[in-house]
């Protein structure tokens, strides 16, 4: 048995590449097929999308971490060429 399987994904082999499929890791013809599975797959389909909002929640997560204040206000102060005199 190959792992790739050469016609239509069934559920399972489509999840199991649903992530790399987000992520746009798979082939392109492997990418196809993940597709056109979740377009004829409604299970499938809404757990894409919830994969897909979770990867994009994560995404703006990390984003979002920004330096607490304290170092933030730091480096502006080096930035302007000048240290804080406490
Ligand atoms: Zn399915």
């Known amino acids: 048995m190959t792992k790739v399987p050469s016609?239509?994904?069934d559920c399972d082999e489509a999840l199991?590449?649903?992530?790399?499929?987000?992520?746009?890791?798979?082939?392109?013809?492997?990418?196809?097929?993940v597709?056109?599975?979740?377009?004829m797959c409604r299970p499938c389909l809404s757990h894409s999308r919830f994969e897909a909002s979770y990867?994009?929640?994560l995404e703006h997560k990390l984003k979002s971490i920004?330096?607490?204040p304290?170092?933030?206000?730091?480096i502006?102060?080096?930035l302007h060429g000048e240290l804080p005199l406490s």
């Not at 597709?35 to 377009?39: G, K, N």
């Open 76 to 78: 502006l102060t080096a």
């Open 35 to 39: 597709r056109a599975h979740i377009e």
């Open 70 to 74: 304290e170092s933030r206000e730091r």
């Open 66 to 68: 920004t330096c607490p």
């Open 16 to 33: 199991e590449l649903l992530h790399e499929y987000l992520k746009q890791q798979l082939t392109p013809e492997l990418a196809e097929r």
């Open 7 to 9: 016609t239509v994904l």
């Open 55 to 57: 990867l994009r929640m």
